[in-house]
């Protein structure tokens, strides 16, 4: 295989955005090895060639896919691996096999969270792999609902990579007539941008609930993508000084902050309802079903920003509600007077 391309791809994770990324791959003419979690799964993927569970209406053909819940076959078989479970359980997935197994691999991250057990994005957590490559290393971020590329709606993705070859090549291979890719060398920047947008989309589910009205919340957004442009800028001063800075008015910023806060389609944003009608962060999690990547983004991006010393009064808003109980309705309150 040359080193800047994708060759043969497996992808690690079969919920909605797992499920379709294997499509737009499919779609494209790529055939998968996909780890799926359970046999029950596998099984309905290999008889019925749908997802059980997510995407049901998005079918494969039987020769492009070939499903397995053996980990170790996927590493084994693939060049480049798609990384797509969520955050919560992403590290114990990577330590269920030989750490060897990841050598020269190239590793596309389509997690939009922390690893929640070290508080890390995933490049900085594999980073205590010797086998794991930096530079062998992709992150795609961007504002695209796995809802809408299963009915083929019109989607932007970025891909982050220091190899800018290797970032075009897996950009090319997701690229048709209604997927539209860019590339840029911002790994830490865009998966921080990720990471937060899902903070401020529960922000945004609870001032929806409350009912404050599209003014405040076009206020409230604005206000969030202000504190995420800092907190960018102060990471890059603090820990990534000599990086070049990219442009952060572009889509896997300020476009995936603004889907994720309006969409009916957004997890986070049905989160933060919940709780805005009164649910409690218990209930709502049990009630949804679903991972909501912004409950524990919420958590490990207060103890990063706290480290760093990085003010940002948004996200510890509602890292307050998520986690210390606060209520949404008096935390909204302060918050109006605040916001400009």
Known sequence: MDNNT???????GNGSWGTAIAKILT??????????????AVRHLKERHHNPHYLTSVRFLPETIR???DLAEVLQNCDTIIVCVPS??????????????????????AIKGILPDSNLLLNDYMSSNPAFNLQKYVAVTGPCHAEEVAFERISYLTFA??????????????????????TNHDIWGVQYAAVLKNIYAVGAGMAHALDYGDNFLSV????????????????FEKVHPSDERPDFHTSAYLGDLLVTCYSLHSRNR??????????????????MNMVAEGYYAARGMQRIATGYGIDMPIATAIYDILWNMKSPAETFSELEKVLS
């Open 6 to 12: 994708p060759g043969r791809i497996g992808i690690i």
């Open 27 to 40: 779609d494209n003419g790529n055939q998968l090895c996909w780890w799926v979690r359970n046999e029950e």
């Open 67 to 69: 499903p397995t819940s």
């Open 88 to 109: 919560a359980y992403a590290q114990s997935v990577i330590e269920s096999v030989d750490p060897g197994l990841w050598a020269g691999k190239n590793i596309v991250s």
């Open 161 to 182: 990579g220091l190899d800018e070859k290797l970032a075009n090549s897996i950009a090319a291979s997701f690229r048709n007539n209604y997927i539209y890719t860019t």
């Open 220 to 235: 409230y957004i604005t206000n969030c993508y202000r504190e995420m442009h800092r907190y960018l800028d102060a990471h």
């Open 270 to 287: 049905t989160l933060g309802t919940m709780l805005g009608k009164g649910y409690s962060v218990k209930n709502a999690i049990l009630e």
